[in-house]
T-cell receptor, first 115, second 109 residues
Framework: DVKVTQSSRYLVKRTGEKVFLECVQD?????MFWYRQDPGLGLRLIYF???????EKGDIPEGYSVSREKKERFSLILESASTNQTSMYLC??????????????FGAGSRLTVL | GQNIDQPTEMTATEGAIVQINCTYQ??????LFWYQQHAGEAPTFLSY??LDGLEEKGRFSSFLSRSKGYSYLLLKELQMKDSASYLC??????????WGAGTKLIIKP
């Protein structure tokens, strides 16, 4: 089974701190995604990457950046955390474009609280 | 704008049947997913529909009507472990995923 691992399940940070959320997948998937999940809202795409060193903005990229130096690792960076970035962050990956044959596989999530 | 509507919460009894509806208004349609997410865990894939009709997978079935912009997930012989959130997502004309807010299903003994 494809495994997507998010290294930090729970984080508490202070406003203005720099935050790194790490995600690693072990099945040689091309595409990786970062979403945030908030109560009452659907998953919102922050950034995605379809290849090493490639990145594309999603629907809500403001306040975030990403890094993909290796195929298996996709990092989400909050340069200066703010309280409105308190959320659950989900990483996901697919082999190719999303379809019935290439479903998203998610990590367990990183719950970030910014004080 | 693009929109996916699901009920926020549903309650059902162990052993019963429940239907979770999803209606969508998107720019194009290239498929619809249902995912299950237990509290504090990763969403996991349940089903995919791209053609009209019913797809059955054990106790779970998913139905799609593209003309009506409508899908439902049917869960039979409910078990306590089915207590979870169920997420509906549509692939739009740009092959981007649009997500509903999810339906929290509570199973009572």
């Amino acid at each position: 089974d494809v495994k997507v691992t998010q290294s930090s399940r729970y984080l508490v940070k202070r406003t203005g701190e720099k935050v790194f959320l790490e995600c690693v997948q072990d099945m040689d998937h091309e595409n990786m995604f970062w979403y945030r999940q908030d109560p009452g809202l659907g998953l919102r795409l922050i950034y995605f990457s379809y290849d090493v060193k490639m990145k594309e903005k999603g629907d809500i990229p403001e306040g975030y950046s990403v890094s993909r130096e290796k195929k298996e690792r996709f990092s989400l960076i909050l340069e200066s955390a703010s309280t409105n970035q308190t959320s659950m962050y989900l990483c996901a990956s697919t082999l190719g474009g999303v379809s019935g044959a290439n479903v998203l596989t998610f990590g367990a999530g990183s719950r970030l609280t910014v004080l | 704008g693009q929109n996916i509507d699901q009920p926020t919460e549903m309650t059902a009894t162990e052993g019963a049947i429940v239907q979770i509806n999803c209606t969508y208004q998107t720019s194009g349609f290239n498929g619809l997913f249902w995912y299950q997410q237990h509290a504090g865990e990763a969403p996991t894939f349940l089903s995919y529909n791209v053609l009209d009709g019913l797809e059955e997978k054990g106790r779970f079935s998913s139905f799609l009507s593209r003309s009506k912009g409508y899908s439902y997930l049917l869960l039979k012989e409910l078990q306590m472990k089915d207590s979870a959130s169920y997420l509906c997502a549509v692939i739009d004309s740009n092959y981007q995923l649009i997500w509903g807010a999810g339906t929290k299903l509570i199973i009572k003994p």
